[in-house]
């Protein structure tokens, strides 16, 4: 109940339940279906933080297109998010795949590995954030600022964002 906690080789790290970062995500107006939030974020600090899988998780709350992409791969599987049996081949996949994966509104996979391309403002309203992959998640949740981007660093800490800001992090993160 009080959250996860992780053994880096060196120290323990706490990372707080997700419900307390639930109302900070979905205080910033339509961010979509709660349940699915809870999903993507238990997904990414139990399955993916815990085992060190680095990855991008972008949630888009409503079905109309989103920022340009550059798709590398075929259409993935619909996987659930809320589903339990769809979970162990998607953290499989994510191991496996460099890019990010993008979600529906119903939490369902849609694109699997895809790069995320910043537009010029982007780049030059929105500044770095630790490594390659906060950075390209910020940009991105800058581009559409009605998705929740969440970010799984290697290292296990969670950052979760919106509209180019930081909604919710881990305390550990860099």
Known sequence: DF???????????????????????TALGAAGDAGVLEALLEFAVHDLGSRGVGAILIYRPHGRPGPAVEERLPPPPALDIRTPFHLAPLRHALTHLDGAAVFDHDGVLRQLGVRVVPSPAAEQQ???LGGTRHTSARRYSFDDPTATVIVVSE???VSVL?????????????
């Open 162 to 174: 919106r509209g180019g800001a930081i909604v919710g992090r881990s305390p550990t993160d860099t």
């Open 155 to 157: 290292d296990g800490p």
């Open 3 to 25: 959250g996860v906690l992780r053994w880096d080789g060196l120290s323990w790290d706490l990372e707080p339940h997700v419900s307390a970062w639930i109302d900070a995500v």
């Open 126 to 128: 929105v500044d770095s």
